[in-house]
């Protein structure tokens, strides 16, 4: 081994510790950003090390697309708005599998030109998986994209046979795989392979309605670490393997906390059109909600000792949060416990609610987790959901009819009073008829979230 | 390459993966946003080999392949990171003497 080569595994060891120490530290918010800087260095290292082998011959390129990308990262990452971090994540993913696609598609034609001898059958069979993988998420997450940014309907695109038909290009897919795996030469075969995997990662996401795509989004996230894992096997570079490693189990973990938030199998959320018919919405019988003036519930408010605040997607798209943020204060400054209760699968990716709470300067420490907020609900004076309608639906709790059966939820119907803002009475995302806004403890607080809660804050303000 | 590096590779894989679940199981959920972001930037480390195939300029088709993935990489581990950073910056506890200054 060269120096220059010992050098740059050096360089590249040192990238895998700071990767781990990097994830390591993010687990609480105070060490949090030093994870980010131990990540940055460790990056800048293995790059470093990279551009110094001797196989690079030329700078010109690399020099001029490192520029370009940069000039086109940094705006993103300044620019993008919070509620759009969903859909910046699920491009991040499918740029993640374009790369990792295109670098295992340029080795493979090297390869078989100049060096067939290489193609064995181990590395001719991760170099498939890497090529298929790497491209149904390139195809699949622009397609998460284009239903999170709703450039495309968000409602499951469905077909009859289309579970039939799915299966058929994969398995046709994973055929021409083997085939390639035996018979590396045949190259004419390559771009048909390539065809079928960017096929197949639209027609995946296609029948995967809105409500799913936290799911989609962390399982997304575990494919594109996957792919990147399985080119560091073709390329035999073991910081690859490490990177993509770490970040398919986080992924993975991230998907599993999300079905078990939605009391789903990935098989259902992946193949069962959550959300497409909703016959409960269509039989709207006739029953009495009880609703309030903003006066009334400042009222209710001020008389509380304490509040518990449930916010959902409603309250992001609404542009609420800053609104939030005023009657947190208000409440705050006059003695009552406020907290917030965050269902995982609130907003449109895991942690999302957190992120666009914080962004409006709400204490991190008043966010609580679901199995926290529940304890506490049952003596608290008031519950306050925001645009949160599936997640504090007691029937998931005991009706087992309805679709949401055995879904976690967060239980404000235990606490003291029930206040809901709401558009109207129309039945949420999942089209299910949500019982809460009829018990008697509850009132309904019609209007748009944030201009309701302008005049809440308002009435709160004036009086003294 | 020897049956030797491919187990080699699988130990290595098998290990990181583990120890991936892990520390990541340890990530509070008020963080999750942010580690996804964390983890896409640094699985963008692919950059790596795609830089190879760009520099070593064999073919203008891996030439022009490694550009394009050096881009999308390049984007994702710019973007991946100081996005990360932008949000956890937004994470604050509540210092008492602040309160009241409402906007």
């Known amino acids: 081994m060269s120096t220059q080569a010992i050098f740059t595994q050096t360089t590249y060891i040192i990238a895998a510790a700071l990767f781990i120490l990097s994830l390591k530290w993010l687990s609480a918010v105070p060490t949090a950003r030093r994870g980010v800087i131990a990540g940055e260095i460790g990056m800048i290292l293995a790059i470093a090390g990279t551009l110094l082998l001797p196989q ?137 392979f390539i065809a079928l995997a960017l096929a197949f990662g639209v027609m995946l996401i296609l029948p995967i309605g809105g409500a799913d795509m936290p799911t989609v989004i962390a399982l997304l996230n575990s494919y594109a670490g996957i792919s990147a894992s399985a080119m560091g096997f073709v390329l035999q570079n073991k910081l690859l393997i490490i990177a993509g490693a770490l970040d398919g189990s986080s992924g993975f973990i991230l998907s599993i906390i999300m079905c078990k938030a939605m009391n789903r199998s990935f098989t259902n959320v992946l193949f069962g059109a959550f959300g497409q018919v909703s016959p409960q919405a269509l039989k709207a019988e006739e029953r009495t909600v009880r609703s309030a003036t903003p006066e009334e519930a400042a009222d209710i408010l001020l008389a509380a000792s304490s509040v518990a605040i449930i916010p959902g997607y409603g309250m992001a798209v609404a542009q609420a949060q800053h609104k939030v943020r005023e009657l947190f204060d208000l409440l705050t400054r006059r003695g009552i416990d406020v907290k917030f209760g965050i269902h995982p699968v609130a907003g449109r990716m895991p942690g999302h609610m957190n992120v666009l709470l914080a962004e409006a300067d709400i204490p991190y420490d008043r966010l609580l987790e679901m199995e926290d907020i529940n304890s506490e609900l049952p003596h608290t004076d008031v519950a306050l959901v925001i645009g949160a309608n599936d997640v504090v639906n007691p029937a998931a709790k005991h009706d087992k009819n309805s679709p949401i059966y055995g879904m976690p939820i967060i239980e404000a119907d235990r606490a003291r009073t029930v206040m809901v803002i709401k558009r109207s009475m129309n039945p949420g995302f999942a089209g299910i008829e949500n019982e809460l806004y009829y018990m008697d403890k509850t009132l309904m607080l019609f209007g748009d979230a944030k201009a309701y809660l302008s005049e809440l804050v308002k009435v709160i303000g004036q009086e003294k | 390459m020897t049956l030797q590096d491919i187990l080699g590779n699988l130990y290595v894989f098998v290990l990181a993966t583990f120890l991936g679940f892990e520390v990541i199981r340890r990530v509070s959920p008020l963080l999750h946003t942010p580690l996804m972001s964390l983890t896409n930037a640094i699985s963008a480390i692919s950059l790596v080999g795609s830089l190879v195939i760009l520099g070593a300029q064999e073919t203008t088709l891996t030439t022009v392949l490694g550009a394009l993935a050096v881009t999308a990489s390049t984007i994702n581990v710019v973007s991946g990171f100081l996005i990360t950073d932008r949000m956890l910056k937004m994470f604050k506890k509540r210092e008492p003497g602040e309160r009241g200054k409402s906007s």
């Open chain 1, 56 to 192: 690079i011959v030329s700078y010109k390129w690399i020099i001029l697309t490192l520029l370009i990308g940069s000039a086109i990262g940094i705006p993103i990452a300044y620019l993008m708005p919070m509620t759009h971090v969903p859909q910046r994540t699920a491009l991040s993913h499918s740029f993640g599998g374009l790369a990792v696609g295109l670098v295992g598609t340029a080795k493979y034609y090297l390869w078989n030109q100049h060096d067939p001898e290489r193609l064995t059958p181990f590395i001719m069979a991760v170099l498939c998986f890497e090529v298929l993988l790497g491209f149904l998420t390139f195809t699949g997450s622009l397609m998460a994209f284009g239903k999170l940014q709703e450039l495309l309907p968000t409602r499951p695109i469905v077909y009859r046979g289309q579970n039939f038909v799915n299966l058929s290009v994969l398995a046709i897919a994973v055929a021409i795989g083997v085939y390639l795996t035996i018979n590396p030469a045949q190259i004419g075969l390559f771009p048909i």
